[in-house]
C-alpha cells in the first residue's frame, strides 16, 4: 500500500508571504493593521509578524473591500463595523461562483 504524504499546514506566515498573496507590498499590510482593529497579527520575539489563517481571511475582507469593491478606508471600516458578516458571506459566494466558472471553462476547453 503506498504511503500518502499528509500536505503540511503552516500555523504562521510571515509578512512577505502574505503580501505575495495578494499581490501587495507588506507596507501595505502593516499600514492595514494599524488602520484596521480587527487586524492583529502576533510577534515573535525578534518583532516579525506571523499571520494565521484567521488574520489572512480578516485582509482578504479589507482587500476586497478596499481594491476590489474601490471603498476609502473610513467606509470600510464602516462596512465592517456593520455588517461584517453579510461581506464574507458574499465574498464566499463570488468565489464559489468563480470556481464554478473555471471549472466550466476547463470542460469546454476539454470538449472542443
Known sequence: MAYKEKEIEKLYYSIGEVAEQFNVAPSLIRFWETEFDILQP????????????EDIEQIRVIYHLVKEKGFTLSGAKEMLKNDAMAIKDKMEMIDTLRNIRNFLTQIRERLH
Not at 502576533?42 to 489563517?53: E, L
Open 42 to 53: 502576533k510577534k515573535n520575539r525578534k518583532g516579525n509578524r506571523q499571520f494565521t489563517k
